[in-house]
Protein backbone atom coordinates (compact mmCIF):
# COMPACT_ATOMS: atom_id res chain seq x y z
CA UNK A 1 0.00 0.00 0.00
CA UNK A 2 0.81 3.55 -0.52
CA UNK A 3 1.61 5.28 2.74
CA UNK A 4 0.93 9.28 2.99
CA UNK A 5 2.45 11.38 5.76
CA UNK A 6 1.09 14.49 6.60
CA UNK A 7 3.59 16.72 8.61
CA UNK A 8 2.86 18.58 11.14
CA UNK A 9 0.24 16.61 13.06
CA UNK A 10 -1.13 20.03 14.64
CA UNK A 11 -0.26 23.37 14.04
CA UNK A 12 -1.35 26.78 15.68
CA UNK A 13 -1.98 30.00 14.12
CA UNK A 14 -3.73 33.31 14.35
CA UNK A 15 -6.35 34.87 11.32
CA UNK A 16 -4.81 36.16 8.77
CA UNK A 17 -1.75 33.49 8.93
CA UNK A 18 -0.35 31.44 6.26
CA UNK A 19 0.06 28.04 7.18
CA UNK A 20 1.82 25.15 5.09
CA UNK A 21 1.19 21.47 5.33
CA UNK A 22 3.18 18.84 3.90
CA UNK A 23 1.98 15.23 2.37
CA UNK A 24 4.38 12.86 1.81
CA UNK A 25 3.73 9.82 -0.29
CA UNK A 26 5.77 6.46 -0.22
CA UNK A 27 6.10 5.91 -3.72
CA UNK A 28 5.41 8.26 -6.76
CA UNK A 29 1.71 9.10 -7.58
CA UNK A 30 2.36 11.52 -10.09
CA UNK A 31 -0.55 14.47 -9.27
CA UNK A 32 -3.30 12.28 -8.00
CA UNK A 33 -3.80 13.53 -4.51
CA UNK A 34 -6.53 15.10 -3.15
CA UNK A 35 -7.07 17.73 0.17
CA UNK A 36 -9.82 17.35 2.30
CA UNK A 37 -10.76 19.75 5.32
CA UNK A 38 -12.90 18.34 8.07
CA UNK A 39 -14.82 20.11 11.14
CA UNK A 40 -15.67 18.01 14.27
CA UNK A 41 -18.75 16.19 13.77
CA UNK A 42 -18.81 16.48 10.04
CA UNK A 43 -17.88 14.69 7.03
CA UNK A 44 -14.95 15.79 5.24
CA UNK A 45 -14.97 17.97 2.27
CA UNK A 46 -12.92 17.72 -0.90
CA UNK A 47 -11.07 21.04 -1.15
CA UNK A 48 -8.38 20.43 -3.87
CA UNK A 49 -8.27 17.43 -6.32
CA UNK A 50 -5.62 16.56 -8.77
CA UNK A 51 -2.94 18.03 -6.35
CA UNK A 52 -3.51 21.74 -7.22
CA UNK A 53 -6.90 22.02 -8.83
CA UNK A 54 -9.63 23.94 -6.75
CA UNK A 55 -12.94 21.83 -6.28
CA UNK A 56 -15.91 24.65 -7.40
CA UNK A 57 -16.56 27.00 -4.51
CA UNK A 58 -13.73 26.34 -2.52
CA UNK A 59 -12.18 30.22 -1.58
CA UNK A 60 -8.88 30.94 -3.34
CA UNK A 61 -6.84 31.41 -0.06
CA UNK A 62 -6.48 27.51 -0.09
CA UNK A 63 -3.86 26.49 -2.69
CA UNK A 64 -1.92 22.88 -3.51
CA UNK A 65 1.41 22.38 -4.79
CA UNK A 66 3.33 19.32 -5.86
CA UNK A 67 3.98 15.84 -7.61
CA UNK A 68 5.73 12.45 -7.36
CA UNK A 69 5.97 12.13 -4.05
CA UNK A 70 5.57 15.93 -2.10
CA UNK A 71 2.91 17.70 -2.01
CA UNK A 72 1.45 21.22 -0.31
CA UNK A 73 -1.34 22.62 0.84
CA UNK A 74 -1.19 26.36 1.39
CA UNK A 75 -4.13 28.31 3.35
CA UNK A 76 -3.42 32.42 2.94
CA UNK A 77 -4.82 34.73 5.25
CA UNK A 78 -6.45 32.54 7.19
CA UNK A 79 -10.60 32.65 8.39
CA UNK A 80 -11.95 31.40 11.57
CA UNK A 81 -13.81 29.02 9.89
CA UNK A 82 -10.50 26.98 8.58
CA UNK A 83 -9.90 25.91 11.55
CA UNK A 84 -10.09 22.36 10.69
CA UNK A 85 -8.29 19.58 10.46
CA UNK A 86 -6.97 18.69 7.02
CA UNK A 87 -6.33 15.25 5.32
CA UNK A 88 -4.35 14.43 2.01
CA UNK A 89 -5.45 11.16 0.20
CA UNK A 90 -3.92 9.34 -2.60
CA UNK A 91 -6.20 7.97 -5.65
CA UNK A 92 -3.00 6.83 -7.93
CA UNK A 93 -3.47 2.93 -6.64
CA UNK A 94 -7.20 1.06 -6.34
CA UNK A 95 -6.28 0.87 -2.31
CA UNK A 96 -7.12 4.23 -2.08
CA UNK A 97 -4.94 5.53 1.64
CA UNK A 98 -4.94 8.84 3.31
CA UNK A 99 -2.54 10.77 5.53
CA UNK A 100 -3.10 10.74 9.55
CA UNK A 101 -4.67 14.75 9.08
CA UNK A 102 -3.15 17.87 10.41
CA UNK A 103 -5.22 19.63 13.17
CA UNK A 104 -5.21 23.24 12.54
CA UNK A 105 -6.20 25.28 16.10
CA UNK A 106 -6.76 28.88 16.78
CA UNK A 107 -3.71 30.22 18.30
CA UNK B 1 -30.39 18.43 -4.10
CA UNK B 2 -27.39 16.24 -3.74
CA UNK B 3 -27.27 14.07 -0.82
CA UNK B 4 -26.22 10.50 0.56
CA UNK B 5 -27.90 9.56 3.44
CA UNK B 6 -26.01 6.37 5.51
CA UNK B 7 -27.89 4.45 7.59
CA UNK B 8 -28.21 0.89 9.98
CA UNK B 9 -25.58 2.05 12.41
CA UNK B 10 -25.77 0.94 15.91
CA UNK B 11 -24.56 -1.73 19.01
CA UNK B 12 -23.38 -4.93 18.30
CA UNK B 13 -21.69 -8.13 19.68
CA UNK B 14 -18.01 -8.79 18.66
CA UNK B 15 -18.46 -11.68 16.34
CA UNK B 16 -21.54 -9.99 14.96
CA UNK B 17 -22.94 -8.55 11.68
CA UNK B 18 -24.37 -5.14 10.50
CA UNK B 19 -25.77 -4.29 7.21
CA UNK B 20 -25.35 -0.49 6.64
CA UNK B 21 -27.22 1.47 3.64
CA UNK B 22 -26.58 4.82 1.75
CA UNK B 23 -29.51 6.36 -0.03
CA UNK B 24 -28.69 8.51 -2.87
CA UNK B 25 -30.75 11.91 -4.38
CA UNK B 26 -30.36 14.37 -6.58
CA UNK B 27 -28.17 12.60 -8.78
CA UNK B 28 -27.57 9.78 -11.63
CA UNK B 29 -26.67 7.65 -9.30
CA UNK B 30 -26.15 4.26 -11.50
CA UNK B 31 -23.66 6.90 -13.20
CA UNK B 32 -21.05 7.03 -10.19
CA UNK B 33 -18.51 4.97 -8.48
CA UNK B 34 -19.14 5.14 -4.52
CA UNK B 35 -16.84 4.60 -1.72
CA UNK B 36 -17.03 3.57 2.05
CA UNK B 37 -14.78 5.34 4.27
CA UNK B 38 -14.63 5.12 7.97
CA UNK B 39 -13.11 6.79 11.20
CA UNK B 40 -12.34 5.61 14.52
CA UNK B 41 -13.44 7.77 17.22
CA UNK B 42 -10.57 10.69 17.61
CA UNK B 43 -8.81 8.64 14.56
CA UNK B 44 -8.01 10.30 10.85
CA UNK B 45 -9.93 8.68 7.75
CA UNK B 46 -9.77 5.02 6.91
CA UNK B 47 -10.80 4.08 2.97
CA UNK B 48 -12.69 0.44 3.60
CA UNK B 49 -14.10 -0.37 0.01
CA UNK B 50 -15.43 0.48 -3.51
CA UNK B 51 -17.58 -0.52 -6.26
CA UNK B 52 -17.82 0.94 -9.71
CA UNK B 53 -20.77 2.23 -11.60
CA UNK B 54 -22.26 -1.46 -12.75
CA UNK B 55 -20.92 -3.18 -9.42
CA UNK B 56 -18.68 -5.43 -11.69
CA UNK B 57 -15.85 -3.88 -9.66
CA UNK B 58 -15.11 -3.81 -6.49
CA UNK B 59 -11.79 -3.40 -4.22
CA UNK B 60 -11.48 -3.87 -0.11
CA UNK B 61 -8.67 -3.00 2.01
CA UNK B 62 -7.14 -5.40 3.93
CA UNK B 63 -8.51 -4.68 7.26
CA UNK B 64 -11.99 -5.71 5.80
CA UNK B 65 -11.21 -8.09 3.50
CA UNK B 66 -13.36 -11.58 4.00
CA UNK B 67 -15.19 -10.17 6.32
CA UNK B 68 -16.93 -7.23 4.46
CA UNK B 69 -19.07 -6.93 1.20
CA UNK B 70 -20.07 -3.75 -0.09
CA UNK B 71 -23.18 -3.92 -3.36
CA UNK B 72 -25.34 -1.79 -4.29
CA UNK B 73 -28.82 -1.35 -6.28
CA UNK B 74 -29.03 1.22 -8.53
CA UNK B 75 -32.44 0.81 -8.86
CA UNK B 76 -33.72 1.48 -6.10
CA UNK B 77 -30.76 4.32 -5.68
CA UNK B 78 -28.73 2.87 -3.11
CA UNK B 79 -25.50 1.25 -1.68
CA UNK B 80 -24.58 -1.28 0.58
CA UNK B 81 -21.72 -2.67 3.25
CA UNK B 82 -22.90 -5.88 4.35
CA UNK B 83 -19.89 -6.35 8.04
CA UNK B 84 -19.46 -9.83 9.44
CA UNK B 85 -17.11 -10.61 12.29
CA UNK B 86 -17.01 -7.75 13.57
CA UNK B 87 -14.05 -6.60 16.07
CA UNK B 88 -13.88 -3.41 18.63
CA UNK B 89 -11.19 -2.08 16.17
CA UNK B 90 -14.49 -1.85 12.64
CA UNK B 91 -15.65 0.84 15.96
CA UNK B 92 -15.81 4.06 13.73
CA UNK B 93 -18.40 6.32 11.79
CA UNK B 94 -19.10 4.70 7.93
CA UNK B 95 -19.45 7.44 5.77
CA UNK B 96 -20.22 6.68 1.88
CA UNK B 97 -18.69 9.10 -0.69
CA UNK B 98 -19.13 9.57 -4.15
CA UNK B 99 -16.35 9.30 -6.81
CA UNK B 100 -16.16 12.47 -9.17
CA UNK B 101 -14.24 11.43 -11.90
CA UNK B 102 -12.40 14.53 -13.53
CA UNK B 103 -10.97 13.14 -16.53
CA UNK B 104 -7.35 11.77 -17.15
CA UNK B 105 -7.93 9.12 -14.20
CA UNK B 106 -8.14 12.34 -11.85
CA UNK B 107 -10.77 11.76 -9.49
CA UNK B 108 -11.74 12.64 -5.51
CA UNK B 109 -14.63 12.07 -3.53
CA UNK B 110 -17.02 15.30 -3.65
CA UNK B 111 -20.04 14.31 -1.70
CA UNK B 112 -20.27 12.81 1.55
CA UNK B 113 -23.02 11.70 3.56
CA UNK B 114 -23.43 12.62 7.33
CA UNK B 115 -21.96 9.05 8.64
CA UNK B 116 -23.83 6.30 10.95
CA UNK B 117 -21.90 4.76 13.63
CA UNK B 118 -21.11 1.41 14.74
CA UNK B 119 -20.02 0.55 18.05
CA UNK B 120 -18.37 -3.46 18.54
CA UNK B 121 -18.54 -4.01 22.35
CA UNK B 122 -19.78 -6.20 24.54
Redesign the interface.
Known amino acids: ?1 IQMTQSPSSLSASVGDRVTITCRASQSIS ?2 L ?1 W ?1 Q ?1 KPG ?5 LI ?2 AS ?1 L ?1 SGVPSRFSGRGSGTDFTLTISNLQPEDFATY ?1 C ?1 Q ?1 YS ?8 TRLEIK | EVQLVESGGGLVQPGGSLRLSCAASGFTFSSYEM ?1 W ?1 RQAPGK ?4 VS ?1 ISSSGSTI ?1 Y ?2 SVKGRFTISRDNAKNSLYLQMNSLRAEDTAVY ?1 CARV ?1 R ?1 GE ?6 I ?4 TMVTVSS
Request: aromatic letters at 24%; hydrophobic letters at 25%.
Open positions: DSYNYQKAPKLHASQYQSTLITFGQG | NVGLEWYYADYYYGVDGFDWGQG
